[in-house]
């Protein structure tokens, strides 16, 4: 897959903009807001998944590949690659294309990758079985 365009035949989990408060002290937008949502679109595919309530475990490989700035369109594409007995392993890209802010106007970049562990639980909060697709 090339790493400069949008994966083909997927629809992104999530798509936002950044605001300017979305920024850390050097103008770039701020890596915990990209992680923050990181986590929002792979919850999403393991929620779909699980058919239901699911916790975020643990953060497996997180990498920061390129800024993101104010004006791009950032799009979250999280599938499920693994799922276990009540555990479900969800990788995450992330691309911008960028916006009028950027210094590359016009281009689409990968600026993250991610794999994270979700558990499914119960009304209780209790570990629950994935159910078979």
């Known amino acids: 897959m090339n790493e ?14 950044p605001m300017p408060a979305d920024t850390n002290a050097a103008g ?3 890596g915990g807001w990209i992680m923050s949502n990181v986590d929002m679109a792979g919850a999403i595919a393991a929620i779909r998944r699980a058919h ?4 975020t475990v643990a953060v497996n490989a997180f990498s920061f590949r390129a800024p993101v700035y104010v004006s791009d ?20 890209r992330v691309y911008a294309e960028r916006g009028s802010y950027a ?8 600026v993250t990758d991610a794999v994270l562990t979700y558990v499914a639980i119960d009304e209780q909060r209790n570990k629950r079985s994935v159910p078979p697709e």
């Open 103 to 110: 210094p590359d106007t016009g281009t689409t970049t990968l």
């Open 28 to 30: 770039d937008v701020f």
């Open 73 to 92: 369109l950032v799009s979250f594409y999280a599938r499920v690659i693994k799922v276990g007995r009540t555990s479900l392993t969800v990788d995450v």
């Open 52 to 55: 239901g309530r699911v916790v």
């Open 4 to 17: 400069n365009q949008l994966p083909t035949g997927l629809d992104p989990t999530l798509r936002i903009v």
